[in-house]
């Protein structure tokens, strides 16, 4: 059974990081890409970040692109998003994503692409 389970939310204040984990077991993901997205209240899910199987590549929404960044560890099976400069829009419930199939960079993101997601992890930020 595939399992996702994220942590390292919480509640911060404006102008502040924190780091999210996204830990994997059940399958190994190398060989897919995996992502992050948000939902805050009243809003649909939407894509914040997407790393590559090899790292090689990454891709960030706009809005938090130069302020976010997102790596992976596959000798862990674990997919980090490290987030600075939070404002707080960023507010909102956090997932991490991966697929069923491999070689699907090119839908990276759009929700419907993945298969597996994890129970999400609330993100807080103060004004």
């Known amino acids: 059974q595939v399992q996702l389970v994220e942590s390292g939310g919480g509640l911060v204040q404006a102008g502040g990081s924190l780091r999210l984990s996204c830990a994997a077991s059940g399958r190994t993901f190398s060989g897919v890409h995996m992502g992050w997205f948000r939902q805050a209240p009243g809003k649909e899910r939407e894509f914040v970040a997407a790393i590559s199987w090899i790292a090689g590549s990454t891709d960030y929404a706009v809005s938090v692109k130069g302020r976010f960044t997102i790596s992976r560890d596959d000798a862990k099976n674990t997919v980090y998003l490290q987030m600075n400069s939070l404002k707080p829009e960023d507010t909102a419930v956090y997932y991490c994503?991966?697929?069923?199939?491999?070689?699907?960079?090119?839908?990276?993101?759009?929700?419907?692409?993945?298969?597996?997601w994890g129970q999400g992890t609330q993100v807080t930020v103060s004004s």
């Open positions: 994503a991966a697929p069923r199939l491999a070689r699907t960079w090119a839908r990276r993101r759009e929700v419907s692409a993945y298969g597996y």
